[in-house]
């Protein structure tokens, strides 16, 4: 016995061929209309900041990086896996924390120590006391005597 999956349901997709007996060569999907008018306009934006005028070639090869542009972000999204899901994987993995490849400290290096011109001296020693000699008694010692 053969069991169908309901993959044909998916194969349709929601797609406008263009007006009533004047149809399109290509087919597009809803979301591949709206992706391309966004990114068409981006387009334009980046071109008159680039310094490129309005005219014919320029809105022509605007066009055509739009179709292209617009070709790969569709060509990444279906109905199992939709826009809103890729621009929110696309942002979380910009977002995301990064393992820092610069390590902290590093090699020694003698930049912080610090030099003066004349060298430490030692200490004297305060010659005042005199060390008392304790007398050694023979015999049991209390605990007192052990200490000293």
């Given amino acids: 016995m053969r069991i169908r999956t309901d993959d044909e349901v998916y194969r349709v997709d929601a797609v406008w ?17 709206g992706v391309g008018v966004v990114v068409f306009l981006i387009t334009m934006t980046v071109e008159r900041w680039m310094g490129i005028g309005f005219g014919f070639f320029s809105t022509g090869w605007a066009l055509v ?3 292209l542009i617009t070709r790969f972000i569709c060509s990444r999204i279906s109905h199992e896996r ?19 490849s610069a390590g902290q400290g ?24 005199v060390k008392e000699h304790r007398r050694e008694v023979s015999g049991v010692r209390t605990p007192t005597q052990a200490r000293a």
């Fill in 82 to 100: 939709p826009l809103g899901a890729v621009l929110a994987m696309w942002s979380r993995e910009l977002t995301a924390p990064r393992e820092t």
């Fill in 106 to 129: 590093g090699a020694v290096s003698a930049t912080r120590v610090r030099v003066n011109a004349q060298r430490p001296r030692p200490k004297i020693k305060k010659r005042g006391r």
């Fill in 17 to 33: 061929l263009g007006p009533p007996k004047a149809t399109f060569p290509w087919r597009a999907r809803y979301v591949a209309w």
């Fill in 65 to 67: 990086i739009t179709v």
